[in-house]
């Protein structure tokens, strides 16, 4: 009976990698993670299931498969199901890339935090479920202790966060149910996300991006990669980075850790981290910078393959590639759209232009910037140096505009 690989969730990138070296895979989806031609994805059945679909009804589907096909692993890639993954591995008793452990911490901030406390003695933080426990903190603090951050225990994309000035804020988030949260330390200086590599405990960085964010909402605008700092600052926030993996338990696969070089001490903070990759096209954009395909060496360890060793100790970097994206100025129906075609016609000459697009049409309802969701599209750019890559990739995008009613 042909081998059969019982693949849970998304990262359709690295899915590729399955079924172009031709193994049999049968995908476990969500309805509100499908696209467009999914159904052509090469997997020999699939299946959609709600978002909120109980485990029992995972495995019940999964035993019955295991009796018509010789199911000989399961893997799951994006952080959002592979507890999925690992437990209907451990219900058919069937080896998994999934580390449980490990990524229930970086999905719970609580978690991430606390195993990093006695790093970062100096951050106050508290989980909160109920609305008493935040009374109690707020009322324990004084002046000196905020600003702070409330973020949801839970969540991406920048959605539910809050900067908090004095007990007064917190206090009324809380009274608008803004729970379960963490609240933390609220830490100043610039943003970088950092991709990683682990193979049995050993861990690679291969990248270290940039990250450009609006300072009211906290909804990333721009990426720029490798990320303008010196080789001093580079190897602080890799061995850091390494400490953190190590301490969330991340031994294999793809990472994606968030941190900030604090002004003053310039040390860096994590602000999360992920056992997948990054969103945003950062994957994409570290195989042009270095040539290093992250979403091939996962396919290939979860097949049970060792590639630690194909990533090389001196990443090289042959450009520099950054990506802006697109928002509305203010809320309302968009009237006209100009420069969209006189970008896409230019994408179409220029190597530079990676990518561009723009999901936005005339009568449309858009809103401001309050969450990743609210963009409106994208552009990815190469160039030879730092300052072409953000010359140009602003030059470029202010030629898109949108007149909003």
């Known amino acids: 009976m042909e081998k059969t690989i019982l693949l849970i969730g998304g990262i359709r990138q690295a899915h590729r990698y399955l079924y172009a070296k031709g193994y049999q895979v049968i995908w476990f989806g969500t309805l509100d993670n499908c696209e467009q031609g999914d159904h052509l994805s090469g997997a020999k059945l699939w299946f959609n299931f709600d ?11 999964a035993k019955m498969l295991a009796e018509r096909f010789n199911i ?34 970086t999905l719970d901030k609580g978690k991430t935090r606390a195993l990093m406390a006695e790093v970062h003695q100096d951050i106050v933080y508290r989980v909160m479920r109920e609305r008493e426990q935040g009374k109690a903190f707020f009322d324990s603090l004084n002046e000196a202790q905020f600003p702070l951050i409330l973020k949801p225990l839970e969540g991406a ?9 004095n007990a007064e804020q917190g ?34 960085i291969v990248m270290i991006t940039q990250k450009q964010r609006d300072e009211q909402n906290f909804v990333e605008t721009a990426h720029f990669q490798p990320a303008a700092i010196s080789v001093e600052q580079w190897q602080i926030i890799a061995q850091y980075t390494q400490l ?9 696969g793809i990472s994606h850790t968030e941190v900030i070089l604090r002004q003053g001490d310039k040390q860096p903070v994590v602000v999360e981290s992920h056992t997948r990759p990054g969103g ?55 009237e006209h759209i100009s420069g969209k075609e006189t970008l896409e016609a230019q994408s179409k000459e220029d190597e530079s232009i990676i990518a561009f697009a723009l999901d936005v049409v005339v009568g449309q309802q858009v809103k401001t910037m309050g969450h990743s969701d ?32």
């Open 51 to 61: 978002k909120d679909e109980a485990i029992d009804t995972y495995i019940a589907t």
């Open 157 to 165: 994309g920048s959605e539910g966060i809050y900067r908090i000035d």
């Open 72 to 105: 000989v692993s399961v893997i799951g890639f994006h952080d959002q199901t592979q507890l999925i993954a690992g437990q209907i591995a451990q219900a058919l008793s069937l080896p998994c890339n999934v580390d449980m452990v490990a990524t229930g911490n």
């Open 244 to 252: 953190v993996l190590t301490r969330l338990g991340i031994k294999n």
């Open 280 to 334: 945003d096209y950062i994957p994409e954009m570290v195989e042009k910078v270095t040539g290093i395909n992250l979403f091939e060496l996962a396919a290939r360890q979860a097949l049970g393959e060792q590639v630690l060793d194909l990533i090389p100790a001196d990443i090289p970097c042959h450009r520099h590639v950054g990506i802006g994206f697109f928002f509305a100025d203010k809320a309302g129906i968009v």
């Open 171 to 204: 206090q009324a988030l809380l009274s608008e149910g803004k729970l379960p949260a963490i609240v933390e330390s609220f830490v100043a200086g610039c943003e970088f996300s950092v991709e990683g590599f682990s193979e049995n405990g050993k861990h690679r």
């Open 374 to 405: 609210d963009r409106l599209g994208y552009l990815v750019y190469q160039a030879p140096s730092a300052q072409r890559l953000r010359e140009q990739l602003k030059g470029l995008s202010s030629q898109v505009k949108l007149a909003i009613r």
